[in-house]
């Protein structure tokens, strides 16, 4: 008898613990955007320059080209209808450079002349609108840009630099 009711107790007691087991629902991770974020960026940059003179029919083409890195961080925040809102900025070294032949005007080059343009520098801050769909983050950003820019020329003394923005 005391058999009977040791093996009847062990059951009930394994039953009931495989019920709780079965009454926990395994729910899901839910991924959100929001929290912040760093990182590393390297490139390489090239592209088609064109100096204009200010006050005057001279120019110089250049082909300016070189490696770029830098390091960006940012935060997103993302909001219980799944709009996520975020800011960003960013600094990246750049040694991009090119000369080309001075024209005084096209067609015309100045003898001997070279100009020389180089990007130094550039950096961005921007602020994001987006949508999150889980893992997809399909947004809009916009904001300002900043580079370095020296430009010099072996026709006159010095070099002209310069911090533009767009």
């Known amino acids: 008898m005391k058999k009977l009711l040791l093996g009847l107790s062990l059951s009930l007691l394994a039953s009931s613990a495989f019920a709780a087991d079965a009454m926990v629902e395994e729910v899901a991770p839910v991924f959100s955007w929001t929290g912040g974020y760093i990182g590393l960026q390297a490139g390489y940059a090239r592209g088609d320059g064109n100096i204009r003179q200010a006050n005057g029919p001279g120019f110089i083409e250049t082909d300016p080209d070189g490696f770029l890195g830098g390091v960006y961080a940012g935060y997103n925040y993302q909001m219980p209808n799944n709009i996520v809102i975020g800011a960003e900025l ?6 991009v450079d090119g000369s080309g032949q001075i024209f005084a005007a096209p067609g015309l080059p100045f003898p001997g002349g070279i100009g020389i343009e180089e990007l130094k520098w550039s950096g961005a801050a921007r602020l994001r609108l987006g949508y999150a769909v889980d893992r997809l983050l399909p947004y809009v950003a916009g904001g300002v840009a900043f580079g370095g820019i ?3 020329s072996n026709t ?3 070099s002209f630099g310069d911090t533009f923005t767009g």
């Open 90 to 95: 960013d600094v990246v070294y750049a040694n």
């Open 150 to 152: 020296d430009a010099s």
């Open 156 to 158: 006159v003394s010095g």
